[in-house]
């Protein structure tokens, strides 16, 4: 894709709001390993299929021990610019959806910045967004009300989206993962988000949630989440199809959309999902749903006791099975493929169903029905008003997952065990964190003792050149030893403090 197709806009040639405002281009990264959870059933001693059909998961990404949001963020990025010949000036707007925190103050973007700052651009708005699994839908809605708004310079925005996802040892850590995916916001996009077709639902509830910064691993109430999903998913087609109505006058049918891409924890949440449209149509009119005539059984049953009935729930999940593989199935490659990335699963849905179905999409409208806990959700619609052909030229979703290697489920274990000793840790560098990376991975070199991180590049072999390569490297080397020697005297001061409180 030539460069001449990325330069800046002119913002006095456009009348009115820029149209067709949308992602025009897309990339991402996923970490170069990967265990299976076939592997996992049997190292775990569950039941074969708990976690292949039970979740329908298929493998599962793990990120290395040099590997964090900062570092897979820069890859993602990079990517992007670097495979579409982006001028490194033409970005405006940067904002980056995550829950992968490494600091509570700092921003994942301001660590991005590196990456535009040695091409002269920190001319860049945005910032990071955060809750729980939304936070990259926010940072997509941002970028193109930007795009849209009176502040827009004609440049164009970057969502970057996704997370490392862990979990303690336990039943949810199979739905663990990790990706991040980088999009291109601008005007005359072949994805477009359709104007005035959003609707949203918001509430405070404890389904999932992080309060502390001393572990990775987050506190679920996994029955209670899978009801505030569905539930939220129920209020927001309602909602939508308001708006639908208030946009056009013509009352909305789930026939008028071509596929549906959800927020995919995992894929049997996905597949319940499908089929709480289809219900939503059945309430409306019993008889628009031949294939639901099964759930006559269930009338007069109360909604909310549909999210979390047995029965009802492999009812509706039955009958609904050919419009899930319809409308479904061609969205849940990467998803099967990578396992769950919080803020990234809805866009890896919508990158699988380019490489799917790229032929077959011009003119298609796509739902989209994003999810975070605690919680906020929106249901809002793509327009593909052109080719996306060249997205899947560029992203080669297949043969990047097919070049991943295999860990085994006792290595994946030794993996989280690592990554928890080293998440309150520094003061320490990470020898020989390029192994086993892609050409071109960002990763964490060290922590320093004013807890910095420092990022290099990998190469396939570690070269001068490469070692003269960090993106994050200040001129610090100086106050290395006086910092160590500060650090040293606050642990004893910390000491000191600690034994005072036992002894008085």
Not at 317 to 339: F, M, N, R, W
Not at 374 to 379: E, I, K, Q, R, V
Not at 432 to 451: P, R
Request: glycine share 6%.
């Amino acid at each position: 894709m030539s460069n001449a197709s990325f330069q800046p806009y002119s913002t006095s040639a456009v009348v009115g709001r820029p149209d067709n405002v949308g992602i025009k281009a897309m990339d991402f990264y996923v970490p170069a390993q990967f265990v299976s959870q076939a592997n996992l059933e049997k190292h775990d001693g569950v039941s074969e299929g708990k976690y292949t059909i039970g979740l329908g998961q298929t493998n599962m990404s793990v990120a290395s021990q040099s590997e964090d949001i900062n570092s897979a963020c820069m890859t993602a990025v990079a990517n992007l610019m670097e495979k579409y010949d982006i001028p490194w000036e033409a970005v405006g707007r940067l904002e980056v959806g995550t829950e992968s925190l490494v600091d509570k103050s700092k921003a994942v973007k301001t660590t991005l910045m590196d990456l535009f700052a040695k091409h002269g651009n920190t001319d860049i708005e945005g910032i990071d967004s955060k809750n729980a699994c939304y936070g990259g839908t926010a940072a997509v809605f941002n970028s193109a009300a930007w795009v849209e708004s009176s502040a827009w310079d004609g440049r164009y925005a970057i969502a970057v989206a996704g997370d490392i996802a862990v979990y303690e040892k336990g039943p949810a850590r199979p739905t663990g993962g990790a990706g991040i995916f980088a999009m291109l916001i601008g005007p005359d996009a072949p994805l477009v988000l359709e104007p005035r077709l959003r609707a949203t639902h918001m509430e405070n509830v404890w389904d999932f949630y992080k309060p502390t910064m001393m572990s990775e691993y987050p506190r679920v109430d996994g029955h209670l989440s899978n009801a505030c999903y569905l539930r939220s998913l129920d209020l927001c087609y309602q909602r939508f199809a308001d708006k639908y109505y208030s946009k056009t006058g013509e009352p909305w049918a789930l026939n008028k959309a071509d596929f549906a891409v959800f927020h995919a924890p995992y894929n049997k949440l996905v597949q319940k999902s499908m089929g709480r449209f289809l219900y939503q149509e059945y309430l409306k009119d019993a008889s628009s749903q031949p294939a639901l005539a099964p759930l006559d059984e269930f009338k007069g049953m109360p909604l909310e006791e549909t999210y979390t009935d047995k029965a009802f729930i492999k009812a509706l999940t039955s009958a609904s099975k050919p419009a899930y593989k319809q409308l479904v199935e061609p969205t849940e490659y990467i998803t099967k493929q990578c396992g769950n990335s919080y803020c990234g699963s809805l866009y890896a849905g919508l990158l699988s169903l380019i490489t799917n179905k790229a032929d077959e999409l011009q003119n298609k409208r796509i739902l989209m029905f994003s999810y975070g806990s605690g919680l906020a959700a929106t249901l809002f619609s793509i327009r593909v008003e052109g080719d996306v052909r060249p997205i899947k030229e560029m992203t080669q979703v297949q043969a990047r997952l097919d070049s991943r290697q295999p860990i085994t489920a006792t290595e994946f274990e030794q993996n989280l065990t690592q990554r928890e000793e080293n998440y309150t840790k520094y003061d320490y560098t990470i020898p020989n964190g390029h192994e086993g990376l892609v050409k071109g991975t960002y990763y964490l070199q060290e922590v320093d003792a004013f807890e910095r991180r420092h990022y290099t590049r990998a190469f396939h072999t570690q070269t001068a050149a490469a070692a003269a390569m960090p993106v994050v490297r200040a001129s610090m080397q100086a106050n290395m030893v006086q910092a160590r020697t500060l650090q040293r005297t606050r642990t004893a001061l910390r000491g000191l403090r600690v034994l005072r409180r036992v002894l008085y």
